[in-house]
């Protein structure tokens, strides 16, 4: 961290921390604007009086994404594929998730561990397509990760008749799951880049056969379906943004990262999004919902008034991300249409790879998020976040891990080698500790480094609190810490 970014920090610390002590300081408060309410909408939120606790917490040994060693980290051998011009290229891998049990739990399929993830061509952009790898259950070296292929041919988003995914021009990610008769069940984004980045959320099965002991084989899809694409009330649909002035008004749509779960016999998918018109949607209003600010009354007028005069207004005004549920039939259509389980407006529109299970009785909620996108001082461009949240139930309400959501921090040029995103926290069968994998490395920074896994490491949990375990760092790409599982 370099020097004048300390000096902004503790600039922005010392302000704050006189506003949380005791909930605010009375000679900072303001009068009450004529156009304050509350309205919590019935549902969990992330706000700012949470999220400037963070500044002061995330230089802690608790929350620090270990430093990794740059010369030991390897490209995925087998993450091999083809350009559009037909030549076999070293791929970029990036987002990816576990084929795990419906707990969360990883799935052995035929005696190995099956990843999904996004990979393409690092010299284009555009080219993002889910691929598949597989490991032997047992092995946890880079090496041994192979490469079955893209998951879909060009031709599959036409073969199911579907007037959604017939407009796709890209996969992105999403989540995966064993079903309880051995099947492989793939939810994920199907995004449209020529209608203003219209995201899908969509289903199908997976059909994998083995040409031998050592070999997997993607033997085509069926039951590729869309499932969600926003209702306008309670999530933001493209056409609102449309609305709005899509691109050119800083607005950013979000329905994408389904996580498949179950609860209680009952199918849902969790994801990222935006809230609706029913929900407490985006505008200049939002800046007067206490429920986003917590804290005391002094808090809320203080933190408003600042806010109101800052160059992140007009951001904040936008900011309404939210990890949005939706019930599933058992055919994995869908069923009903749910309050989100969190939001995070007036703070930020973008909380990503949603992940939640169930651990000793409670719900743990998970996400990703960027600093870039924030809109709460002392929170830089630069730093990189997964938050958490508790909760007795599926459907909340949830209360911040840690006093105030933190869980993970890395603070790092998005140019380094070591540099990773897109944690994700895959539960273990037994003990209080979870495995974190991410991606390392940006794609399209190096000719001969390309995006691939990150060295997974340990994430301790009891109750509300988090810690990263010292000294826990595992293979690049390592799902659990039991060989036998």
Do not use: C
Not at 295 to 304: D, P
């Amino acid at each position: 961290m370099n020097i004048k970014k300390v000096v902004r920090q503790t600039t922005a610390l010392t302000f704050t921390t006189a506003l949380l002590m005791s909930g605010g300081i009375q000679a900072f408060a303001k009068e009450k604007d004529g156009k304050d309410f509350k309205n919590s909408y019935g549902v969990s939120h992330i706000t700012r009086y949470d999220m400037l606790k963070i500044p002061g917490q995330q230089n802690s040994e608790q929350f620090k994404v270990p430093q990794f060693d740059a010369s030991t980290i390897k490209n995925i051998a087998s993450a091999k594929g083809y350009d559009k011009y037909g030549n076999l290229i070293d791929l970029d891998v990036w987002d990816s998730w576990p084929l795990q049990n419906a707990d969360g739990t990883m799935a052995n399929y035929q005696g190995y561990h099956v990843v999904f993830a996004l990979a393409g061509d690092p010299k284009d952009a555009n080219d993002t397509s889910i691929y598949l790898f597989y490991q032997k259950v047992g092995d946890t070296s880079i090496d041994s990760w192979k490469n079955a292929g893209r998951v879909f041919k060009d031709s599959d988003k036409f073969a199911s008749n579907d007037p959604i995914l017939k407009n796709q021009t890209q996969e992105w990610s999403g989540s995966a799951t064993l079903t309880s008769d051995g099947k492989v069940r793939l939810f994920y984004t199907d995004f449209a880049g020529t209608q203003y980045g219209k995201q899908t959320l969509t289903t199908a099965q997976v059909n994998l056969s083995q040409p031998d002991s050592d070999t997997l084989k993607v033997d085509g899809v069926a039951d590729h379906k869309s499932i969600f694409d926003g209702d306008s009330k309670t999530y933001q649909n493209v056409q609102q943004f449309i609305d709005e002035g899509n691109y050119s008004s800083g607005d950013n749509h979000t329905l994408r990262d389904p996580h498949y779960v179950e609860d209680n016999g009952h199918k849902y998918l969790v994801f990222e999004s935006n809230t609706g018109t029913e929900d407490g949607y985006q505008g200049d209003e939002s800046l007067y919902n206490k429920a986003y600010y917590g804290g005391s009354e002094a808090f809320f007028q203080t933190e408003k008034s600042k806010l109101l005069q800052s160059p992140k207004k007009h951001d904040a005004s936008l900011a309404n991300g939210a990890l949005g549920i939706v019930e599933l039939n058992n055919d994995y259509t869908l069923k009903k249409v749910m309050k989100p389980l969190i939001t995070s407006n007036a703070v930020t529109d973008e909380i990503e790879r949603a992940n939640v299970f169930k651990k000793d009785g409670k719900w743990y909620l998970f996400t990703d998020s960027r600093g870039s996108k924030m809109t709460i001082d002392g929170i830089d461009k630069e730093d990189i976040y997964m938050l958490g949240y508790v909760s007795d139930s599926l459907t909340g309400p949830y209360k911040p891990l840690n006093g105030s959501g933190l869980v993970l921090h890395l603070d790092l040029d998005p140019k380094d080698v070591t540099f990773t995103y897109s944690h994700f926290a895959v539960p273990q069968p037994e003990g209080d500790n979870v495995v974190i994998t991410s991606y390392m490395t940006n794609r399209g920074f190096y000719a001969d480094r390309h995006s691939t896994f990150a060295p997974s490491f340990l994430l301790n949990i009891k109750g509300s609190k988090t810690s990263v375990v010292k000294d826990s760092i595992l293979e690049q790409g390592q799902l659990t810490v039991n060989k036998n599982n």
